[in-house]
């Protein structure tokens, strides 16, 4: 599985305004909506359930990256945001620094090895200094899709 098999390009945010972990996590699903990726999931329950997910875990892993994600009756089809803060944001990370990537993940109750292989390609890629780094530094939409694309295509590994 690829990352662009995974991630929505029409839900790319590099520049969140968010400034706290509820704020973005709003932010990439209202992204999701927008795109027309949510089907009839409402909005409003994934951002609840997503959230509830959070509180039980921290999602964020450290050097400066998150990954929410959350396994969802309303979802049909797997689909990732990705998001960037300029400033940082407190995820509660195991490193206790502040998270400046976050890649959404919302998957479908019913195939939970998908949901599993597309957790494997996004957390591959994360461990990655190169990729984390031109991740961080995206800052434009088609910068965030180049790193992405470029992943896939085994360069900046």
Request: glycine share 6%; aromatic share 4%.
């Amino acid at each position: 599985m690829k990352l662009a098999d995974i991630v929505c390009f029409d839900a790319l945010l590099p520049q969140l305004k968010a400034s706290t972990r509820d704020e973005a996590i709003a932010e990439l699903v209202e992204a999701l909506q927008h795109a027309g990726r949510l089907g009839k999931a409402q909005s409003k329950d994934i951002v609840k359930a997503v959230i509830k997910r959070e509180n039980e875990a921290s999602t964020g892993i450290g050097k400066g990256v998150a990954v929410p994600h959350v396994k969802h009756s309303s979802i049909q089809e797997l689909v990732a945001a990705v998001g960037r803060s300029e400033t940082g944001i407190d995820f509660v990370s195991l490193d206790k620094q502040p998270v400046f990537s976050i890649i959404l993940l919302l998957s479908p109750t019913n195939n939970a090895d998908k949901h599993l292989q597309a957790m494997e390609t996004i957390f591959e890629n994360l461990n990655k200094e190169d990729f984390r780094r031109f991740l961080r530094h995206s800052q434009t939409i088609d910068q965030i899709q180049e790193t992405i694309l470029d992943a896939d295509d085994g360069i900046g590994g």
